[in-house]
């Protein structure tokens, strides 16, 4: 495909002698398309050619000329220059590259050699995979998706939380009352319930609270028991964890929790030590951010034992050697935000050259909020994940009985509407928005969301059905489809792969969400207005293949946010 706006910055650097690069980034596409295709701003050259922005608009016009017949035409509006490009030219090169690249369309080289490191899901054992981890699951893996789809050799890694002195008490619990538990049949409440009780013993008792401290000591040093159930108490949680990552269809390249820097932190102190910045306060052992106007980052605590903020020091700089990171992305809620910000300050002083720690990047996200009131990611008010999913499959169960009792793969079905939506909401805002969760708005079939993107996509495969093939492209007439409602969705087609280099450059999957509603309603608007099965074989050749490119996007982009398409609804 031809790339528009870079030919149009080559012509305009050539005359005003700043990089292409740099122009390149100064071309907008205008939100109304009456001013054009693209347009360049004349007022970012004003300081450097001294001369006001019409001028070099008027000038800029007289001396570009475009190779290529692309260019209808060139205007100058208000210091601006608006470029409008042949229709025709859009249309045969969107329709060429869908296909030569079938679902391949808006993949890119652009990341070949770049690795980057996505930390996301990693909730914690023996504790609820609640709804709080949903978002950073759901985001996480989107961001993993485009990026891989852009050619980046992506490594996702579960972080799971599964280190810590509540271990040490978990065990502790575990010998005293093992038995009247079933942890086997129900690994995550009955073990909260343990853990809950030895949390009470402990508050009247303290030898059960040194024991306990013991406990965590020995499962530090190898201990076989405490290793022993320790593992049992992961495996379990990790066997009850994986249900959710089924219905969502997630997977890691990397499971390395927190337990695994264990023996990795010590290197962490002595760099630290070493440098003179490990200063004792109250009983632990702190690195001063007061400079940076943080609060201290606590590396050892008062009982000795390491923090999470040491065992994600340790990672760093497992990261930046095994992975050696282009970027290191961390996807948690707003509520790590200061953690984040010491430990990427602390990692400056552990010798690792500036290509890491100039590149750690934490990516926050809203709380989600239960149209009742807040749900805590933390504690209390816990739902959990996998009964959501559930209860969302079953609900979608429930209209396809209503509306479709007759549809074959029922099961699957509802599967896919029920999780998409789910994904589908949570990704359609800004992250850093609070989500709202809502059953009826999330599954409306009418509304912004995955279940009208869905049905838009099954309306493009049963209009193809329906006419029983796809046109060969040779046989397509690019002058039927000249028509704005046609138009419309050529050029948005043609901002796909624009799309999603604009998404995995801020880490917002929403761009791709609702790019993906943009397309799905343009396409809602042409069928309305144009009948596809026509007389006219040319005509409906041309709006059958449109029809297909649209399924085509619309299904590359709903797989890249991590849902899946069914063929019928
Ligand atoms: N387990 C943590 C939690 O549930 C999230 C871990 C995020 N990743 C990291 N490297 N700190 O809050």
């Known amino acids: 495909m031809i790339d528009f706006k870079e030919q149009i910055a080559k012509e305009i650097s050539k005359n005003v002698n700043l990089p292409k690069e740099e122009i390149y980034e100064y071309i907008e596409v205008p939100s109304d398309e009456k001013m054009g295709d693209f347009s360049f701003p004349c007022f970012k050259l004003a300081k450097e050619l001294k001369k006001a922005p019409q001028m070099i608009a008027e ?38 590259k869908i296909d030569a690249s079938k679902e391949n369309f808006g993949k890119s080289t652009i990341g070949n050699g770049k690795n980057i490191v996505i930390d996301y899901s990693a909730p914690n054992i023996a504790k609820p995979f609640h709804i709080g981890h949903l978002r950073s699951t ?22 799971l939380g599964d280190y810590g002195t509540q271990f040490g008490k978990l065990i502790e619990g575990y010998k005293l009352w093992g038995k009247e538990y079933n942890i086997e049949e129900n690994p995550i409440d009955e073990l909260t319930k343990i853990y809950v009780r030895i949390n009470n013993l402990c508050k009247e008792d303290e030898t059960v609270l040194e024991n306990c401290r013991n ?109 050696d990171f282009d970027k290191a992305l961390y996807v948690t809620s707003y509520e790590q935000i200061l953690h984040f910000k010491q430990i990427f300050e602390v990692a400056k002083y552990l010798n690792l050259n500036e290509k890491y720690t100039q590149n750690l990047v934490h990516i926050p996200f809203g709380m989600i909020q239960l149209k009742s009131g807040k749900m805590s990611t933390r504690e209390g008010n816990v739902i959990k994940l996998e009964d959501l999913l559930n209860e969302a499959i079953s609900r979608v169960n429930k209209i396809i009985d209503e509306k479709n009792p007759d549809l074959e793969n029922k099961e699957e079905t509802a599967k896919k509407i029920g999780i998409g939506a789910v994904i589908f909401n949570d990704l359609y805002n800004s992250r850093i928005k609070d989500e709202i969760f809502d059953w009826d708005t999330m599954l409306n079939f009418n509304g912004e969301t995955g279940p009208y993107m869905q ?85 409906q050749d041309a709006r059958l293949y449109l029809t297909y490119s649209v399924g085509l996007v619309l299904k590359i982009g709903a797989e890249l946010l991590g849902i899946q398409m069914p063929n019928k609804m």
């Open 59 to 96: 000038d800029l016009k007289q001396n570009i000329h475009f190779k290529e017949d692309f260019m209808q035409k060139v205007d100058v509006v208000s210091g601006y220059l608006n470029f409008y490009i042949q229709p025709q030219e859009y249309i045969k090169n969107v329709l060429n």
């Open 455 to 539: 049905y838009i996509y099954v309306r493009t495969r049963s209009l193809l059905e329906k006419a029983g093939y796809i046109p060969k492209l040779e046989e397509v007439d690019f002058t039927q489809l000249l028509d704005e409602a046609s138009l419309k969705i050529i050029k948005l087609i043609y901002s796909f792969q624009d799309t999603l280099l604009q998404a995995s450059e801020k880490y917002e999957p929403y761009i791709l969400a609702r790019y993906l509603i943009h397309l799905s309603q343009n396409f809602s608007s042409f069928y309305n207005e144009n009948k596809i099965i026509v007389e006219n074989k040319a005509l």
């Open 138 to 159: 759901v985001i996480g893996n989107a961001i993993y998706k485009i990026y891989k789809f852009l050619g980046y050799n992506v490594i996702g890694i579960n972080h």
């Open 215 to 323: 406990n965590f000591k020995k499962l530090e040093d190898g201990d076989p028991e405490c290793v022993e159930l320790w593992t049992k108490f992961r495996e379990l949680s990790l066997k009850e964890f994986q249900k959710v990552y089924d219905l969502l269809q997630v997977s890691f390249d990397s499971w390395n929790g927190e337990a695994f820097y264990s023996d990795k932190m010590q290197e962490v102190v002595d760099i630290l030590k070493e440098k003179n910045l490990l200063k004792p306060s109250e009983g632990a052992m702190i690195v001063d951010l007061s400079e940076k106007d943080m609060p201290p980052c606590i590396i050892e605590k008062t009982n000795g034992s390491t923090t999470y903020a040491t065992r994600d020091l340790a990672a760093i700089l497992y990261r930046a050697r095994n992975y």
